[in-house]
């Protein structure tokens, strides 16, 4: 098994200061109480307090990286801090990279103006933080840029790339230097920052304000209100850090995105679960793939049986916990669709696919498509049915990004081939995988860790075929 890019600490240094900050939130009447304050106060719940957890989670996790783990000195940041070029060798390079940054956000401000649905329901909320923050930004990304041009080993990185592109001339030197590969891999680096971004900030509130509301005797009062607050606090600590990773994608932390997926059916299995594509396709009554036909969830199924709700609700928490774990190790790392450094360790020691795995057996698990209230067999086939689809779409999410990852670095490939042996989950899926092809085939499939895997851009899948 190779070393893990990130370490376990950086993480749960991020989920430490997220739980400082909900108690904080939570106890903030009785803060007020003992500073003084004049006046009633409530606990933080709103949601610029959700958008403050980010700084609360994302603090001790950079300064985990910097201190502990000492990842600005790692050659993959791409920085050598012995360099420190003079400002006048740089500047020219850093005036480009800043046009190029500056374009890219007008652009993004353009499509977040054009596309209806940022301007409705919880998108709203993340349009007026973007539009608090442009402003700052802008401002910021000027030293910021010309002062790690200084180290970059080399500066003209993909922004650089696109900057150019826009801001030269056709018979300027630079232009000649102009890597188109370059700028899509600026393009989808943004992208993806950008539709996830807002996506993310958009769902932070509503969870958060959850949590810190929560009444402690409403909560205890039975499994299914206990199992309900907990799933909902694991939620919002995977909410939380993964709206950091989208956010801070700063290359003195390493954790900068070193390329987008370049498939296209990589970007139609990741889209295809997120709004505005999402809507009408997946979840409850009348979308195309609903499984929740006349369903009630465990909380009816089992309202008479408290053993059976106390054995249910310990193993939808457990199947959440392994969906957060699966966040909280990523650390400052996590995103859709980008690769950001190999992680070996937490629940990818077990499974390649530790989010997804446990994510779709929590469908399963907690609406039970297969118990319907209208003793309907149809509806009950349509669930079952329509959530195997679901469930397929994220094994075509874990092949697209399996090819991606594949290709970028021999060091996933070593980890791949471990997992095909070694993996507590992966080991034995693809052992049963394996036999199914001997079956069909009369050959058997096995990892090879000295193969290279062969990957046809216009495909999704790798030249060995993953287990999950």
């Not at 039975?222 to 694991?234: S, V, Y």
């Not at 709004?275 to 909380?299: C, D, H, K, M």
Request: aromatic share 16%.
């Amino acid at each position: 098994m190779p070393k893990s890019d990130v370490s376990s600490g950086v993480g749960f240094a991020g989920l430490l200061g997220l739980m400082v900050w909900i108690l904080f939130c939570r106890s903030f009447p009785l803060i007020a109480e003992f500073a003084g304050f004049e006046g009633e106060y409530g606990v933080l719940s709103g949601p610029y307090a959700s958008v403050t957890a980010m700084l609360f989670t994302a603090g001790p996790m950079a300064l985990w990286s910097l201190l502990v783990d000492r990842v600005h000195l790692r050659p993959s940041t791409g920085l050598d801090w012995s360099l420190k070029r003079p400002i006048e060798k740089t500047i020219g390079v850093s005036a480009i990279k800043i046009i190029g940054l500056w374009a890219t956000w007008a652009v993004l401000g353009g499509l977040y103006c054009l596309c209806r649905w940022y301007w409705d329901g919880s998108y709203l909320f993340a349009m007026e933080v973007l539009g608090i923050t442009i402003l700052p930004l802008i401002v910021l990304s000027v030293p910021y840029v010309i002062w790690l041009d200084r180290f970059m080993v080399d500066p003209k990185d993909s922004t650089w790339h696109f900057g150019a592109l826009i801001a030269t001339s056709s018979s300027s030197d630079e232009r000649r230097e102009i890597d188109m590969e370059g700028v899509k891999k600026h393009w989808r680096a943004w992208i993806i920052k950008g539709f996830f971004g807002a996506f993310m900030i958009s769902i932070l509130p509503s969870g958060f304000a959850t949590i810190v509301e929560a009444n402690a005797q409403t909560v205890l009062s039975n499994p299914f209100e206990i199992g309900m607050f907990l799933i909902a606090f694991l939620f919002v600590v995977d909410v939380q850090i993964g709206t950091v990773g989208y956010l801070f994608t700063l290359r003195p932390l390493d954790a900068h995105i070193r390329s987008g997926n370049p498939f296209v059916s990589g970007w139609l299995a990741a889209l295809l679960c997120y709004p505005p594509f999402v809507w009408g396709i997946i979840g409850s009554n009348n979308q195309i793939l609903s499984y929740e036909g006349a369903t009630a969830g465990w909380g009816h199924w089992f309202a008479d049986q408290p053993g059976l709700m106390w054995i249910w609700a310990v193993w939808l928490v457990f199947l959440t916990a392994i969906y957060a774990w699966a966040t909280v190790v990523f650390g400052i790392r996590f995103s859709n669709l980008t690769y950001r450094g190999v992680l070996t360790n937490g629940p990818y020691r077990y499974t390649r696919h530790p989010a997804y795995l446990s994510k779709n057996l929590f469908w399963w698990c907690s609406v039970m498509p297969f118990l319907v209230t209208n003793g309907s067999v149809t509806d009950m086939t349509r669930n079952c049915f329509f959530l195997l689809v679901v469930n397929a779409i994220y094994y075509w999410r874990a092949r697209t990004e399996e090819a991606h990852l594949l290709a970028e670095d021999p060091k996933y490939r070593v980890y791949y081939d471990w997992m095909e042996e070694n993996g507590m989950v992966t080991s034995r899926l693809a052992r049963i995988q394996r036999a199914l092809w001997g079956k069909f085939t009369g050959q058997t499939y096995g990892a090879r860790s000295d193969a290279e895997p062969q990957v046809d851009q216009g495909s999704s899948y790798p030249g060995r075929e993953p287990a999950e």
